[in-house]
């Protein structure tokens, strides 16, 4: 009999899960007419960060909840871009759908809403708490400008949307903020982010048009950084350098993305400059995992990964469920997305991230034993270990289902396919057509 109710609920959840996420032959392609489906789950979601913002909303956000997930997934799983080249936008739309899924959750579960720091109510400082004891509980935030006080809603709600790092917010305190080294003068500022804009976008090209010259690696249908055709050093030597530039490509663009947002922010929205500090914090010059993960890396995504495992790990286990639960939600985050690829789950992905946990444990044990916390060439090297060594597997899974492949830049606005990869090519005589036949003429 249970076996018989187990095959029934195990039918139930498979046939629900397929509702929203159909097999890949089932999926509508995207074309001019239904593209803007795409832009619908922002809807539910600005209205679920409208309600962060206003006070005694739980009930109602928790009840909003089920719709804003079940559109982000259903929408984002269902439609399809078909062209090969273009199967890293699926990719991309997986991201999406858990980052809103995420959002959503962390704006629900939370019964005072979402609090900037000092503030005991959505919009209510305590200052103005204790000067108005007996005033009304139900009142409004005050507009965040005067000026526009019929758009303050969306001001609200884009306002606690985009705040993924959690700056100013009770969430994001004892966030990592990175030293500031551009001028904070409004022209000097925008200046130096340009040129940040510049040399991120170009490294970005560069690193991209290299890998889409590794053959198999650089298709849409994707291929093995190890080359079981190359000699042992010289397919370990490639697999780190695609590594590496896969790592390498991934911090080029959140920087190119972040100064982009900061310039429209700045020179259109008169945003402060020293609202918008670095996102990342040279991580090649960490000395430890802990420094890496916790202040040089990236801290955009901090909160999703709380939401995806570090809250319930550390319901369970405090501390160290926070820290493991943390990573497992990391690793789900990263390769969850990929099934829309409709290549199927690879464990390799979570895994990686999960083995951080560990590591950093082994950080904390060291200096215990030894009174000396991990640091200097050799906590570098350590990093560089379990960074780029252990990290291969992790690449390996991505370009194996397409990442290198995939259409990033338009070749007509990449300087590097336009004139550096074919001046390389004429200096060599036009007698190379990819790096692996380069090697191969070298061995």
């Known amino acids: 009999m249970w076996l018989r109710i187990y095959h029934k ?142 758009l303050a809603w969306l001001y609200d709600a884009l306002e606690v949307i985009l705040s993924n790092r959690g700056l100013g917010w009770k969430f994001g305190m004892g966030i990592h903020v990175p030293r500031e080294e551009r001028s904070l003068k409004r022209n000097s500022f925008l200046f130096a982010t340009f040129i940040s804009f510049v040399g991120s976008y170009m490294i970005f090209d560069l690193l991209e048009s290299l890998i889409k010259l590794v053959p198999g690696v650089g298709t849409p249908h994707g291929g093995t950084i190890f080359k079981a055709e190359l000699p042992f050093f010289y397919r370990y030597t490639l697999s780190t350098a695609i590594h590496v530039a896969t790592g390498s490509c991934i911090l080029a663009a959140f920087q190119l993305f972040y100064d982009f947002i900061t310039i429209f922010a700045v020179l259109l929205l008169g945003s402060s400059p020293s609202a918008w500090p670095p996102v990342l914090d040279h991580p090649w010059q960490s000395d430890s995992l802990h420094i890496f993960w916790s202040k040089r890396w990236h801290q955009i995504l901090r909160e999703i990964f709380f939401v995806f495992g570090g809250f319930f790990g550390k319901s369970i286990a405090g ?46 044990v060291w200096y215990k034993y030894t009174g000396y916390r991990v640091s200097g060439l050799y906590g570098r090297l350590w990093v560089y270990f379990c960074i780029i060594i252990l990290g291969q597997p992790l690449s390996n899974s991505w370009h194996m289902r397409g990442l290198g492949g995939g259409l990033m830049l338009p070749p007509s606005l990449s300087p590097a396919r336009q004139f550096i990869i074919p001046s390389i090519r004429y200096s060599l005589n036009g007698t190379v057509t990819n790096i692996l036949e380069f090697i191969v003429g070298s061995t």
């Not at 195990?10 to 593209?35: A, M």
């Not at 990263?334 to 082994?362: K, M, N, S, W």
């Open 9 to 150: 609920c195990h039918c139930i959840l498979h046939d629900v899960f397929r509702v929203f996420v159909p097999e890949p032959h089932e999926r509508t392609p995207v074309t001019g007419i239904n593209i803007l489906y795409l832009l619908f789950p922002f809807l539910p979601l600005i209205y679920m960060g409208y309600l962060a913002r206003r006070p005694d909303t739980f009930t109602l956000r928790l009840l909003l909840l089920p719709l804003v997930v079940a559109v982000a997934v259903g929408i984002y799983f269902r439609f399809m871009w078909t062209e090969p080249h273009h199967n890293i936008y699926n990719w991309g739309q997986g991201l999406l759908a858990e980052a809103i899924s995420a959002k959503a959750i962390d704006f629900a579960w939370r019964k005072e809403g979402m609090l900037k720091i000092d503030e005991v109510q959505p919009g209510v400082t305590k200052k103005s708490h204790a000067v108005k004891a007996n005033g009304d509980a139900h009142r409004k935030p005050a507009a965040s400008d005067p000026t526009t006080s019929s």
């Open 319 to 364: 501390k160290f469920g926070l820290l493991f639960g943390t990573f497992i939600g990391s690793g789900l985050y990263h390769e969850l997305p990929a099934y829309a690829l409709g290549r199927g789950f690879d464990t390799i992905v979570p895994l990686f991230f999960a083995l951080q946990a560990p590591l950093l444990l082994c950080e904390k």
